[in-house]
Each structure stands twice: as C-alpha cells, then as structure tokens.
C-alpha cells in the first residue's frame, strides 16, 4: 500500500516517529493508502528547513521565483490526468470536476502568482519638494499554511503560490483526509528543482501538525481555511504572539431568486450552486429564497432536475454526484437532515444515504437533498451543513428577503438572480457577504478580493492582496533637502 511521505528540506521523509494513519477511499469507504501521522519533532524540522532557506529565497530575484512556480504549473498541467484521477478519488469529487476545475486552477494558481509577482509595485508617497516615502514590501518570513479537504489541491496551491512568490518560505499542511495530491505536488517540486527548504510539507491530523503550525514561535504569518470554529481556535492561539493571520473560514451563504430573473438561466447554475462537488463548496448556496410569484414553478423544476443528478462511482463518466468526503461528515450531514424534519421541514427529495452495489457498496454516497418549510431562523437555516442539502422559502418583499439572507453569523458569498439593474445594485450592497454573484456563480477573477465577512473569515486572498499579506510593508521616508 502507497505510504505518503512528509517533504522536508526538498527529501520526502517518513514521520520521524514511523506512525501512519490510513486514508480512505470516500467511493468504497475502504484504506487505500497511508498518511504520515506527523508531530511536533516533524514541524520543528520542517520549520528549521523553511528557516534555512529563507535568506535566500526572500532576495532571490522576482522573474527566478517566478520560473520555479511556472515550472511548477507546467508539471501540473502536464499531470493533469493523474493529478485529477487522485484528487477524485481521494477525495469522492467526480472526475470531470477535478480535470474541469480543481486541478487546472491548482496550475493557475501558481501561473498567475509566478506572472503577477512580476507585476506587483508597491507606493510612494510624495511631500512635494519636502520628502519621499516609498513603501517596502518584504517577506514576512516562514509563512504556516492550512487547507480542508474540499478543494485540496486547488486551495492548498491559492496559498502556497502567493506566499512563495511574495519570497516567503513554507511550512504547509493539507488535509488529513485528502492528502494525495499535495504529496504529488512534493514530487512535482523535486522535478522542477525548488530550491530544499523553500516548500515544506508535513502531513498529520489538524490536532497535532496544525496545532504544531500555529504555535511554532518561528512561523510570523498563518494562512488558514477552513471551518469558523477552528480558525477560532487558531486565533486564541496566534493572536497573543501577534502573528499575521488570514482565516477564511465556513458559510450560510443565500441564493436569492427575484421573480424577474432569466428562468432556465438561474435553474441551470442554481443546480450547480447546490450541489457542485456534493455541496462541499464553501461557496455553495445551501438556503434558496424564492420569490413568491415563481416559488411554485421554481419548486416542481428544481425537485425534477435534482431527481435527474446521477449519484454514483466518483470515475464514473456520468456522475454528477460523488461520494462526500468522509464517514462521519455523511454521518454529520444525515443528522442535519434528521433536524430539518424535527424542525418541521419536509423533505421534497433525498434525505438518504445511497446504497451502492459490489465494491461501491460500503461508500459515502447521499442524496441530492431539497428541503422546504422551514424559517429563516431555524438550525438548519443558521448553520453551515456543508454536503448535498439545500432548503428552499418563498418570500415577497426586497425588505423581507435581505432580512433572511442577512440573518446568519456567516458572510461568505451571496447569489442574486434578477434582470432588474437598480435591484441588483442595491441589493449586492446591502447583503452582509465578502462576495457577491449577480446572475452567475463561481465566476473567478484571481485578482478579485477573496474571503469573507463576520464568522467566515477575517482578511483577504486573491490578487495583490495575497502578496501584501505575505510581505511587511516597510515605510522610508527620505528628506530631500
Ligand atoms: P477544518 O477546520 O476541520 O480543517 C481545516 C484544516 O485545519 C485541516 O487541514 C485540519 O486538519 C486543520 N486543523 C484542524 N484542527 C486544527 C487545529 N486545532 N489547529 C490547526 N489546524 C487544524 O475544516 P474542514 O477540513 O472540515 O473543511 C471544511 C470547512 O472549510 C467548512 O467549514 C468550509 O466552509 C470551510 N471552507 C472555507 C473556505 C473559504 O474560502 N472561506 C473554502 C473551503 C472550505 P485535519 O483535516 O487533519 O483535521
């Protein structure tokens, strides 16, 4: 069975402690490799490693940097058949979705951050004839980054590039529970020849190695996402050491439908809003608000279209649906469910696990999952679920509607379906979210601001953000006279 090294110092290594944990296989629910189960000792070296070379890296001229991260994204564009055939199934994700979207933006990730380092000028500020301040932008350090396991190698590499091509070093940890590609990513480091200790990957539960990440004295900047309430405990213990910290963290997030909308146009991407990836998408848009003169007809089509979902074999050609990640995040989806019904909800369609036959039969798969009846106020409206599960509400009024979108204690990203400019306008600004789609979803320009607001994050990713995140900015002022 594959075992799956540590990178430290530009060598794949074993845990020092030779511990393994086993990694599933979310279609089969079987073992299908081995992870390191890393510690503290694993940390300290891989820290040690980042510390070594960042003298180094951090003056290594911006177009060399900017080389190895191009190289970087030509090997994974050239892997990307099996990059994306182990990100499904290490993960349960459709195939399709991982060679359509996961892993060329693992390759545009780090395109875009080897060219856009090339780009970046940093401010000055004129007195006149008095004085001249310029801003020095310089990298903060050994920069600690975690990422989940519901885009693994898509969000691991949103932080790894930037960090990388701001001239910091690395100390990164994927998820546990979706380790594969972000071990094939060392060895596509080894092959373009990143200089050792500038990247490092240690693999292990979020208890010990991100535990390790977030405390080590010597890593000054945290990149996290991940869910609020870890991204709290990350903070408890950052904030006092005063570590630069980037937590994007989980959603609510509305999908708000005006009756005016373009109808097939809204259904179509509605379909994927809700269950792309299983729903496992912090993006997703799990509460629908339809307004009340197409609520009817927006009900039968969607519960028809979702009944058409394929839910199968995550290699399968024809699947729509994979497996989600894990036991229990089926387990913890499940019981979501079972409180939607407690709560008065009825369920229009899903609500069930999906038992498979032969190999498949021991695998995570749910039902696409449409739920109505419910109020904005409830559990299953306020927390993040996370999976296949969407509810839907009839409303009648702007008003009423942004009162419900606004009501959660997240503030990720928001959808709007109306043809009405002014609306549309007035609307995406009075809605609590860091992101807000108009008449699209998961429309990405990676210069864009990317994060959230109130409990789903503090900071930004995307663009130049993500540079000035990984560099201090340093003020000089020169009298001229
Ligand atoms: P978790 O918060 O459980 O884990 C995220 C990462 O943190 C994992 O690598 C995990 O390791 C690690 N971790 C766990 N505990 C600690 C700790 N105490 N200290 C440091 N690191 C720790 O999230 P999930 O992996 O379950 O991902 C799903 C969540 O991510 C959802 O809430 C989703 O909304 C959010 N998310 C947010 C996005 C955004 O951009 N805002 C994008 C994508 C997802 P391990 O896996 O080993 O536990």
Redesign the pocket.
């Known amino acids: 069975m594959l075992k799956i090294q540590n990178y430290i110092n530009g060598e794949l290594v074993a845990p020092e402690a030779g511990q393994y944990l086993d990694n599933y296989d979310p279609s089969r629910g079987t073992v299908y490799s081995l992870i390191p189960d890393s510690d503290e000792k694993d940390v300290d070296r891989a820290v040690a490693a980042a510390k070594a070379a960042f003298p180094e890296w951090s003056v290594t001229p911006k177009d060399v940097r900017s080389n190895y991260l191009l190289k970087i994204a030509s090997l994974i564009e050239a892997n990307l058949d099996k990059l994306a055939k182990a990100e499904s199934i290490d993960n349960g994700k459709p195939l399709h979705l991982a060679k359509t979207v996961d892993i060329p933006r693992a390759a545009a990730n780090f395109h875009f951050y080897g060219t856009g380092i090339l780009h970046y000028a940093a401010h000055a500020h004129s007195m006149e004839d008095t004085a001249i301040n310029y801003t020095l932008r310089q990298p903060v350090g050994v920069a600690g980054c975690?990422?989940?396991?519901?885009?693994p190698l898509y969000?691991f590499s949103w932080k790894i590039a930037p960090a990388l091509a701001a001239g910091c070093t690395v100390v990164a940890?994927?998820?546990?529970?979706t380790p594969m590609t972000a071990y094939l990513l060392s060895e596509i480091c080894i092959q373009a020849g990143l200089p050792k200790g500038v990247l490092n990957i240690v693999h292990?539960?979020?208890?010990k190695v991100?535990?390790a990440?977030?405390a080590n004295p010597q890593i000054p900047v945290l990149s996290?996402?991940?869910?609020?309430?870890?991204?709290a405990?990350?903070a408890r213990v950052a904030a006092p050491m005063f570590k630069k910290m980037s937590l994007?963290?989980?959603?609510k997030n509305p999908n708000v439908i005006f009756a005016d909308c373009n109808y097939e146009k809204m259904l179509s991407t509605t379909m994927l809003s809700s269950f792309a990836n299983q729903g496992q998408?912090?993006l997703c848009g799990s509460r629908i608000f339809v307004e009340r003169p197409i609520y009817k007809k927006f009900k039968a089509d969607f519960v028809e279209k979702t009944k058409k979902l394929l839910v199968g074999d995550p290699l399968g050609e024809k699947t729509k649906i994979g497996a989600v990640v894990s036991k229990p995040h089926m387990e913890k989806i499940l019981s979501y469910v079972e409180l939607a019904k407690q709560e008065g909800g009825t369920v229009l369609f899903g609500g069930n696990r999906v038992k498979m036959d032969g190999e498949f039969s021991e695998g995570y798969y749910l039902e696409p999952t449409i739920i109505e009846g419910l109020s904005h106020n409830c559990r299953t409206n306020q927390e993040?679920i996370?999976g296949p599960v969407v509810t839907i509400m009839p409303f009648d009024t702007e008003e009423e509607v942004l009162m419900y979108a606004n009501s959660t204690i997240y503030g990720?990203a928001s959808t709007v379906w109306t043809e009405n400019l002014t609306r549309a306008h007035r609307f995406a600004a009075n809605l609590h979210s860091g992101i807000v789609w108009v008449n699209c979803w998961l429309l990405r320009d990676l210069r864009t601001p990317?994060?959230?607001v109130k409990s789903?994050?503090v900071g930004r990713e995307g663009g130049f953000e993500a540079i000035e995140f990984f560099t201090e900015p340093k003020n000089i002022c020169i009298k001229l006279k």
């Open positions: 975690i990422s989940p396991w519901n885009l969000l940890k994927p998820s546990e529970v292990g539960l979020g208890a991100g535990a990440i977030t996290f996402t991940g869910g609020t309430k870890t991204g405990d990350i994007e963290l989980g959603g998408i912090c993040e996370f990720l990317f994060g959230g789903s994050g």
